[in-house]
C-alpha cells in the first residue's frame, strides 16, 4: 500500500493580499537571504580573502539576491490588484526547461541537481506564462535543500484526464496534508514561524503560488512521499490543437 | 586544537562561521540538522556549539532539549546565532545557551569573539 497522501487546494486565498498581514511575513522570510547576502558581502571585502574565495563568495552573492529576487517578484505579481490573468496556449515543456536553466546555477553552486523528466508530446496548456514561471520557479527555490546530487529535484509533466499535471518532486521532511490551510492559519495569527520541520521551504512563496494559481483558474497542491514531497500545478488542456 | 561546532542548515551561512573560526586556530565540525548534530558531538565533543535555531527536521528546541538530558552534552556553551529580534537569553539560558548573536547585525570577529567568551572558563 503506498504511503503517499494527497492534497489538492482550490479557492479562497484573496483576502490574504487584502490586509498588511502578509508583508510582515514577507519581511520576515526575505530576512534570511538578506542575513546570508551581508555576511557574503562582509567575507567579501575582508582582507585576507584569496581571489579565488571573493570570486566564489562573489557568485554566491549573485544566486543569494537572484533567488530573494525571484521570491520578491512573486510577491508583487501577486498583490498587483488583479482578478485574473490573461491566459494562452502555452508548452509546458519548454517553461520547465526555462526554469531547470534558470535554476540550474543555483543548485549546481549548492552541490545539487534539478532536472526534468523527459517526456514526449506533451499537450498545450491554458496559462499564463509568466506566472506559470513564478510558480515553477518558487517550487524549485523551496525544493533547494532538499535534493542531493545522487537524489536530484526533478520536475515532471504528467496528464491527468483533461489537466497537466506540473510537479516538483523533492526529498526533504514530510508536509502536512493541510499544508496551505495550516499557512494561512498562521499568517491569519500573525505567527511568523518558518514551516515545520521545512524553514527553507517559503511559506510566503506558496501562498503566492497558490493566488496565482487562482488568477490562472488553476490550482497547487502536494504529494507526500514516504522520503519527500511533490508540489504540483494542475492546468487545462488547451483545445486549440482540437480546432486544426 | 579546541573543537566548535556549528550547526547551521543554510550551508553557506555555514561555511562563513567555520571561515571565521578556523583563521583563529579552532578546529570546525559541521552539523545541518539534529540528528547529525547528536552524532557530531559525539564523535568529537566540541567546547562550543554554534546554531541557528532554524533546522531541518527535528527543531532547534528538540536538538536543546537532547543536549540538556545528559550530563556531558549539557555541560557544552552553546551560542544561538538568529535573525529573530524577540529572542530571550533568560528563556534560552536553561537549555544551555550562553550567547545569543543577532545575525543581522553581526559581524567579522563577533563569533569568535563569542567563543572565546564561553568558553574562557573552561
Aim: glycine share 6%.
Amino acid at each position: 500500500m503506498s504511503a503517499e497522501g494527497y492534497h489538492h487546494i482550490e479557492g479562497g486565498s484573496n483576502w490574504l493580499f487584502d490586509s498588511p498581514i502578509l508583508s510582515a511575513q514577507a519581511a520576515s522570510e526575505l530576512t534570511s537571504p538578506l542575513v546570508l547576502m551581508r555576511q557574503l558581502g562582509l567575507a567579501v571585502s575582508a582582507e585576507n580573502v584569496s581571489d579565488e574565495e571573493r570570486r566564489l563568495l562573489g557568485k554566491q552573492l549573485t544566486l543569494t539576491s537572484e533567488r530573494a529576487l525571484r521570491l520578491a517578484a512573486s510577491l508583487s505579481m501577486t498583490t498587483a490588484n488583479q482578478q485574473s490573468l490573461p491566459l494562452e496556449p502555452v508548452n509546458p515543456m519548454s517553461i520547465c526547461q526555462e526554469v531547470v536553466h534558470e535554476l540550474m546555477p543555483m543548485f549546481t553552486a549548492y552541490g545539487k541537481r534539478i532536472t526534468l523528466k523527459p517526456r514526449s508530446r506533451v499537450p498545450l496548456t491554458v496559462a499564463n506564462r509568466k506566472a506559470l514561471m513564478r510558480i515553477l520557479l518558487a517550487f524549485g527555490d523551496n525544493a533547494l535543500h532538499y535534493g542531493s546530487a545522487e537524489h536530484p529535484i526533478q520536475l515532471a509533466i504528467s496528464g491527468h484526464g483533461d489537466k497537466v499535471r506540473i510537479g516538483v518532486r523533492d526529498y526533504g521532511p514530510a508536509v502536512p496534508t493541510d499544508l496551505w490551510k495550516r499557512l494561512e492559519g498562521r499568517v491569519q495569527r500573525r505567527a511568523l514561524a518558518p514551516l515545520s520541520n521545512r524553514p527553507h521551504t517559503s511559506g510566503v512563496s506558496l501562498i503566492a503560488v497558490q493566488r496565482l494559481a487562482e488568477l490562472m483558474d488553476s490550482a497547487v497542491g502536494t504529494i507526500r512521499h514516504r522520503d519527500g514531497a511533490t508540489f504540483y500545478v494542475d492546468l487545462r488542456v488547451s483545445g486549440q490543437m482540437s480546432l486544426l | 586544537m579546541s573543537t566548535v561546532l556549528v550547526i547551521e542548515s543554510e550551508p553557506w551561512l555555514g561555511d562563513h562561521y567555520q571561515r571565521q573560526l578556523e583563521a583563529r586556530g579552532y578546529k570546525v565540525t559541521r552539523a545541518s540538522h539534529a540528528y547529525t548534530a547528536i552524532d557530531s558531538v559525539d564523535e568529537t565533543p566540541p567546547v562550543a556549539i554554534i546554531m541557528s535555531l532554524l533546522l531541518d527536521g527535528p527543531g532547534a528546541l528538540n536538538l536543546l532539549h537532547e543536549l540538556q538530558s545528559y550530563t556531558d552534552t549539557a555541560k557544552i556553551p552553546i551560542i544561538v546565532c538568529s535573525s529573530m529580534a524577540d529572542l530571550d537569553l533568560d528563556e534560552l539560558s536553561p537549555y544551555g545557551v550562553k550567547r545569543i548573536i543577532n545575525s543581522t547585525s553581526m559581524h567579522p570577529g563577533d563569533i569568535v569573539a563569542a567563543v572565546r567568551s564561553v568558553t574562557i572558563d573552561l
